[in-house]
């Protein structure tokens, strides 16, 4: 089984995957005029510049459950954390620190397919009985592909493979081992002895990330999106502080460390072959599908939530899909890259978690270990919560009426939420054999990320002609187009 997986993985994220993402960011790329790099300033104005304006929540008359701050907090909470400093840590481990350069590459080709993505999500959203918008991949395949382009009922097909991928990461998760793993190891937490039974650090910490878990998603969506709305922007602020500090400490090992990583990129850690060698090939697949993993761009998540944010047009909240990539790969990734390379400790045979503990404890000591492990508490919280909004939105597309399996699947949803990724982690500490989750990581990210690439190729007319519509309306760029839609009718 673990030799299947191994190969499924690398074949997965092999020439078909990585050519069906290339090809996709630079059609989007191409055919709207290179607009995430035209336009990066004014992206950047109507987005992260409008973080501290007071008034930067939609107008009261914007339909929607959460504001698009909202969202977007929600959508980066689901994304920091696990990917991006496990995640991180993990490919410069495995790929050397040239897979940072392939992370960056892929983040520009993301930055548009996750608007391309997030705008079709808001564009083909579904009104539920309660006024209350979802929407993601599946919805815009049931419109998109089986209503406006009559493929019938054939559009249940990629929806049900992009849903078992979604819903593999219920049941495979190793956010909470990763969090658990920094916290155990920074407050050495030892190991608990109840009579034959040992009850290691990690097990104890994952007991309490899944009761604060529970805690979080209790409250649905609207709740944790007015919670992560205060708590994701002060630990992003924190962790991009303490990295920067850690970069500020090593300034003069910086031109070394950036050197290793662009010459790393061609050459590999062990240079065999040339550019066409397995080395190489593998640092690309390597930096690429944590990329992917990191800021999910393709992957068809981020969607789930900004399709309910209130928002007067969906290519608006779609400039959001692109901020998040830039400041989920380009920011946080980049940091915690860069201190991973500098501490020199991504030689020594750890990774995850543990490789990023080492890293900040080699910069700053007993303190920067603990600083890692509270802003891990806090960012595989996060994480849960915005997966959980994910999970929602994917089953209340399942089941659109209320009905007696409903109210089921929704109960029992709702007692086991937290408990996967706990299960998860009490296997991994006992077999110790914590380095083949990447394995599985790749495989899950892979699956929905190849069937929603390949959707919004075949709905790119859709997205072409609202951006049109954008430029038009709010940017002084063409001509409105008369009888333009800008949300599919219910």
């Not at 937290?418 to 110790?432: A, D, E, H, I, R």
Request: glycine share 12%.
């Amino acid at each position: 089984m673990v030799n299947f997986l191994n190969k499924l993985d690398a074949f997965l994220w092999g020439t078909p995957l990585i050519v069906l993402m290339v090809v996709a960011g630079f059609y989007f790329t191409i055919r709207s005029g290179f607009f995430q790099f035209r336009h990066f300033g004014y992206i950047m104005k109507r987005t992260g510049g409008q973080l501290f304006n007071k008034d930067r929540d939609a107008d009261d008359g914007d339909k929607g459950m959460v504001t698009p701050f909202q969202a977007i907090c929600t959508a980066i909470g689901g994304t920091v954390g696990f990917g991006n400093i496990a995640g991180v840590a993990t490919a410069v481990a495995a790929g050397g620190p040239g897979a940072l350069v392939w992370m960056w590459l892929t983040a520009c080709l993301g930055m548009i397919l996750k608007q391309v993505e997030v705008t079709l999500g808001c564009y083909y959203r579904h009104t539920n009985e309660e006024g209350d918008p979802y929407g993601g991949p599946t919805y815009y395949m049931e419109r998109g592909l089986g209503e406006e382009r009559h493929w019938g009922k054939l559009w249940t097909i990629p929806a049900v493979i992009f849903g078992i991928g979604i819903f593999s990461t219920f049941f495979v998760t190793s956010g909470t081992l990763t969090a658990a793993q920094v916290v155990s190891g920074a407050f050495h937490v030892p190991t608990l002895q109840l009579g034959p039974v040992a009850i290691e650090g990690e097990i104890l910490m994952g007991v309490i990330l899944v009761v604060l878990s529970y805690a979080v998603t209790a409250g649905g969506t609207r709740k944790i999106g007015e919670l992560f709305s205060k708590l994701v922007p002060v630990m992003s602020i924190a962790y991009i502080i303490m990295g920067l500090g850690m970069i500020f400490t090593n300034l003069s090992a910086v031109p070394t460390a950036l050197n290793s990583i662009f010459s790393g990129a061609f050459t590999g850690t062990a240079a065999v072959g040339g550019f066409a060698g397995a080395t190489v090939r593998s640092i690309v697949s390597t930096g690429m599908a944590r990329a992917v993993y990191s800021n999910e761009a393709g992957w068809g998540t981020s969607p789930m939530i900004h399709a309910s944010a209130k928002t007067r047009h969906p290519v608006e909240q779609g400039l959001w899909g692109t901020f998040e990539a830039f400041f989920d790969t380009m920011v946080i990734c980049t940091i915690t890259g860069l201190s991973v390379v500098l501490s020199g400790c991504w030689i020594d045979g750890t990774n995850g978690g543990t490789l990023a503990l080492s890293a900040f404890q080699h910069g700053f000591g007993t303190v920067g270990g603990l600083l890692l492990a509270v802003i891990m508490i806090i960012f595989t919280v996060t994480t849960s919560g915005g997966w959980f909004t994910y999970y929602m939105a994917i089953l209340n597309h399942m089941f659109k009426e209320e009905s007696p399996l409903r109210t089921v699947v929704f109960k029992c949803f709702y007692a086991i939420r937290s408990l996967p990724g706990f299960l998860w982690l009490v296997y991994l500490v006992k077999t110790n054999n914590q380095g083949f989750i990447w394995v599985l990581v790749d495989i899950t990210s892979a699956i929905p990320t190849f069937i929603n690439v390949a959707v919004i190729l075949i709905l790119s007319g859709q997205y072409f002609k609202l951006l049109r519509d954008y430029k038009a309306r709010y940017m002084g760029i063409g001509t409105v187009e008369s009888g333009t839609k800008l949300f599919y009718e219910d």
